[in-house]
């Protein structure tokens, strides 16, 4: 894949939509699959620790320096997930003997003050220019090769190691200089003024006024100054010297440490971050150790390949745009899942690493391993009925045979399924082991207190797959677990019976266990949902009546289709007099509800007993969908596309998009931020008016809540990676089987 030549955090535009479909048109929309902007981060950690990092800059050559309290540094090994370290650059030896204060770059090439010149290794040496300024600490050069350069009181001109000018500010303190080449001045920014010298004319001007400043640099080809300040940044029209607008407040964060113009976008650095202003107005910010080691940004510039490079007080993060679609997003997503997440063929989650080390994980057990396998699968399935990948169809087996074994390996009732399995052992490394019950095989354990997620998740994936692989034996496979889940569910009255003949906690569709709930409890409308859902599916795929007329009656006699069909805005907190279960069951929106939900529809409305039905139904999911839509989930999006035209096709693939890379479970913190806007409390538990990009808040699975903020959960801190299997391949498949997301287009 190619770097990209010019960097945009979003960029795909309208016209990357083929079809752009009109309120109740018959035609879905579709995105044409071009190349967009992708960012990751390369990490180096400083492997002396206590020294002072201040500058960072590369050269044409692709060389990082870095100016530190122990002289150069640069960067050594580092690569996506595998980070590299700051080590002392050796190369040129005699430069360990200058005093170096400061680092810059001229023409891409590294520029050095020290207490005695401005010089330079590159142009065969010759840049040495003499400026008998000892204390100096801040400098620029014109292209020219002429000096402005500063102790922080006063300035000098210094060209040729002559001395042409010396000036200083007006009650003020120097904190930066830049040459700008479009206008052909020095800048100088003090505490509390900008001001600007003329080579030409030999004169120090006055810009403007203010207070508290921190850096700047200019923008807009030389127009307009960018200065950042303790407490916000502000723009300045350099040619009228007036102030443009107010001064930005409503931004990540206010503590401006750092400003700095790359290829026409501005970066700014806080005490907590950085972020990068879009050409919306908005802004992409990068903290936590997604991005960058440590959070006090000192210092940005341009990098390498157009990466920009964010020094802070603990290291280096090279945040790096690669031109890439979709579809090799999906390829890189593929391998991960292979490589790091299969265990005894369930989509499992890397858990125990240590600073977000990969080497370190361990594949751990789930309550959900048979949920989290069966949306992995879902993801396959689609990806081979799209594709036909014979990868994908092996993936699909392997897959099968872990879902099939959940089946066969416990001595339980014949169709109930278990949560998982797991060689013998020290039952401690088990999470919930007194769960685990020995299977006959002495070489195994089997998890049992199965629940409702994972048989909706098995029915879904195992009726997509008998629709749409048309292989023998897994066409047949597929079609007799269903079977056999859903005759142990009718036969035990709409239960999951669990090793101890007793109904498991949340296998529960028994009438008397749904109506009991009052009508705006979340369960009694899930339950119905789901229940129908599976007994459509084992109808549509088995043709035996009895689960036909069961979806029947639960329907039409114990008010289902009522209960399904109940708008969600009606779901809310149980009243005070209403049993305990009832109140724990509605204390808040429940978005392992919202996962349940739409992979059920596919069953729910694919497989329809009748048109009546099936349009019911497509209004029960548009009602759900139009709750949903605050959230930009790319996969609640897509599985409304099976019943409507009309989804939120472009927030799918700004969310597909901007889902990061690194799927590591770093710390992440946003509640902080001054550009988001909180709201009430609320049961939906929505915690501000727009959704930040995925790639700004912790990554979690589709029944997390999309507006959480901050990860304080126990993972945090690189413990853990999760799998893309079920988080991003499956809305993506599943955009391409239904045509909604395009095959790659050549550009």
Known sequence: MKKIVAFFTLAYSLSSFAVLAQPGSAVKPVFKDIPFSQNYSIKYKLKEEGLKLEKVFADRNGAIQILSSAGLLKTYAGAFLYPGTLVPDLAYRPMGDKKISNLGVLQNQFIYLDD???????????????????????????????????????????????NTWSGKLTNDNILAIKYNSENGLFWILGTKSLSSYSLKDQKLKLVYEGVNFTDFDLTDAGKKAVIGTSNGFLEVNIQTGKQVGDVYRKIPVTDITCVTTINGKVWLGTSDGAFMIRGDGKYDYYNGERWIIGDAVKHIAAGPDHSVL?????????????????????????????????????NSSLEGMKDGDISTG???????????????????????????????????????????????????????????????????????????????????????????????????????MAELINVEPMKSRAIHLIDILMQHIVDHNYYLIDWDGKPTTWGR???????????????????????????QTAYHFTHKEIYKQKALELLYKNGYLENLMRPMKSIGEAPANSDELSKDLSNGWNHSDDEMYFIGYWGLYRYALNADLKTQYKASIIDHWEIERPEKEAAWNIFTALASNEFDLKESVWWLQRYPLDMIHWSIQNSHRKDIEMVAPNFRQQTITEVLPPDERPVHRHNGNMFSLDNKRKRGDGNGEESAGDIWLLPYWMGRYLGVISAPVKK
Request: net charge negative.
């Open 310 to 346: 964010i020094l802070t007080d603990k290291g280096l993060g090279q945040i790096c745009f690669q031109q890439m679609t979709l579809e090799e997003k999906a390829l890189f997503y593929e391998k991960q899942v292979r490589q790091r997440h299969i265990r005894n063929g369930f």
């Open 362 to 464: 361990l594949l751990k057990d789930s309550d959900n391993d048979g949920l989290w396998t069966a949306m992995y699968l879902g993801g396959q399935i689609f990806r081979y009925a799209a594709t036909k990948s014979d990868e994908a169809l092996q993936n699909c087996y392997e897959s099968l045979d872990a879902l099939e074994r959940l089946y066969s390996i416990n001595s339980n009732a014949v169709g109930f399924p278990a949560r998982s399995f797991e060689r013998r052992g020290d039952i401690n490394r088990l999470s919930d082991h007194d769960r685990w019950r020995h299977a006959e095989d002495p070489e195994w354990d089997w998890k049992a207190t199965t629940s409702s997620d994972e048989a909706i998740g098995h029915i879904f994936a195992l009726g997509a």
């Open 509 to 535: 569709w028994n009438p008397e266990y749904v109506n009991a709930r009052p009508v705006m409890v979340g369960d009694r409308k899930i339950c119905s949902s789901n229940i129908t859902s599976m007994l």
């Open 116 to 162: 005695k010149a401005v010089l330079s290794n590159a142009w065969a040496g010759k840049f040495y220019s003499k400026h008998e300024t000892p204390e100096a600490k801040i400098f620029a050069v014109s292209p020219d090769f002429t000096s402005l350069i500063s102790d922080g009181t006063s300035l000098k001109l210094v060209q040729e190691s002559k």
